[in-house]
């Protein structure tokens, strides 16, 4: 790889070492990117005619709420209802020929399963993730950090080992996997046991054994499964 840009914020995202460390990562670009489009962003014609091209999923519009900005959310929300209207959802469609509303329903489609700040966190994601592979595979010092993880959640564990395998050796490639699946392996038998105890509480056979770290055994599963590491 020819340039890495983000050794930084990967090590201190892993150095943290409590969840999934590229959920951090993608956090914090979400973050970012959710304030760039709230700032000036919102302003700039190229922005404008994607963020009326691609829309907002709910969780971001709700994101958007949230935010003190509200004359920009105001200004990017005039600017994509004007868009609808073109793209004619109000106007007389009484006489629209079959072929004309196909391309409205087309228009429709992509802006309703599309999001800027999605887009955008995923595109930088990527870059990401091949940044990471990259510091694994010509950093040993990251490799130990990659086993000192406290896992990595199902989404991001797929990201990547699809994308290192087009871009490290089939040798390194096990080992690598190894790193990621044996830190997240690890977890994994210990959500189990702590789900089963949690299930047999209610045996009575079972009750009256403490259930210690297994009463949360259910939220910790599901943060595990969204990858969410922001529950206490
Ligand atoms: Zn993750
Ligand atoms: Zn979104």
Known sequence: MKEVIYT??????????????????EKQLNDESTEYVMGAAMMEPDVRIETNRLGFCPKHFSEMLGMKNRLSLALMLQSYLGELLEKGVVADTSHISKK??????????????NCFICNRVNEKLELFIKNIIYIWESE???REKTREQEYFCPKHLAQLTRTAKSLISKRNYSAFC???????????????????????SYNYMFRHIPLGDAKVAIERTIDFLNGDNERD
């Open 8 to 25: 930084i914020p990967i090590n201190d995202a892993y150095d943290v070492k409590c969840g999934c460390p590229v959920c951090c990562l």
């Open 100 to 113: 004309d509303m196909e391309a409205i329903s087309g228009k429709l489609y992509e802006s309703s399963h």
């Open 140 to 142: 040993p010092e990251f």
């Open 178 to 200: 190894e790193d990621h699946f044996g830190v997240t392996r690890k977890l994994l038998s210990s959500l189990s046991e702590d789900v089963t105890k949690f299930c047999n």
